[in-house]
């Protein structure tokens, strides 16, 4: 029997990394000045290899220096894993634009009009 994860289950970024390992997102990624790098298989990968299935976003309570967002990612050639980055001010900038090149992005931010 599979057990779906619950809201309670993704309130921390090690909670969440922990799930989605368990649904087989297990490769580790960074992003280099080449692409999107599998930490596992020495590899880079270029935007349009990426697809962004789902992404989280945790605030700390009192530190903004604790906010990041964690990226489920599937590659093109099925691999999948996890990319994590702080977000705000602490933002690695290079993740930043490398994200905002990946055009398959499931889970869209939704505009207000």
Do not use: W
């Not at 970024?13 to 790098?37: M, P, R, W």
């Not at 700390?60 to 599937?74: Q, T």
């Amino acid at each position: 029997m599979v057990k779906h994860a619950t809201t309670e289950d993704m309130k921390t970024l090690a909670s969440c990394i922990n799930k989605l390992v368990l649904d087989g997102y297990t490769a580790n990624f960074q992003v280099t000045d080449e692409g999107l790098f599998s930490i596992e298989k020495g590899k880079h990968y270029r935007p349009q290899d990426v697809h962004i299935v789902n992404f989280f976003r945790f605030e700390g309570a009192s530190d903004p220096a604790d906010n990041a967002i964690l990226y489920a990612i599937e590659l093109s050639d099925g691999t999948r894993g996890t990319l994590t980055d702080a977000y705000g001010p602490y933002a690695d900038l290079q993740v930043e634009k490398f994200v905002k090149q990946v055009e398959d992005i499931n889970k869209k931010m939704k505009k207000e009009n």
